[in-house]
């Protein structure tokens, strides 16, 4: 999309704006990683899983609600499930999604290999730093991977999440499919 993908204005306000209003009623301290409000990856060029990392290791609290600024359509129904749903025996507590579900931009439906669990949101414990740290040192990349690896409880997207949940903005359409589902009705 060029620029800084934190700064794309939605609706008004910055990506990352969208990302913090989201996650605040679910989290008593906030940690932005990447852009130029955050912290700087600890290790840069590991994508997603890179920033996962830093906030991981910089937290200190026991778990980790995350959000990505580029989903900026989530529900906050959806975090609050997430951290309801938590066990003391968890190491992480993601999103399940089904096995198909609609391409907002190209109105079609795209299918997953079975069900997968969902990195982003997510809920991690906070001492998955070392486990991550050492995914990523044997050359993995894929956020689905780690999120596989870490038999994580599941939370069920529900119906009425599910189109906010697969909002992913990375192309100038995305971002106006966003503000089609984000605009008062």
Known sequence: MGG????RLLLGKPLLEHAQELLRPHCDKLIVVG???GLSDEQPGLGPLGGLLTALNRADTA???VATV???AVRSSLLERLVSSRQVE?????????????DLVAGEHTMLLGPQPQPFPGLYRSDLGPELRQFLQGGERK???F??????RLVEVRSDELEGMLCNVNRPEDLAAAELLL???
């Open 4 to 7: 800084q993908k934190p700064e």
């Open 63 to 65: 778990w980790v609600l």
């Open 147 to 152: 999120a596989h690896v870490l038999q994580a």
């Open 143 to 145: 956020a689905r991977k």
């Open 90 to 102: 968890d190491r992480a507590v993601l999103v399940h999604v089904p096995l198909s579900y609609p």
């Open 35 to 37: 852009g130029e409000h």
């Open 183 to 185: 605009r008062p009705r």
């Open 70 to 72: 580029d989903m900026p």
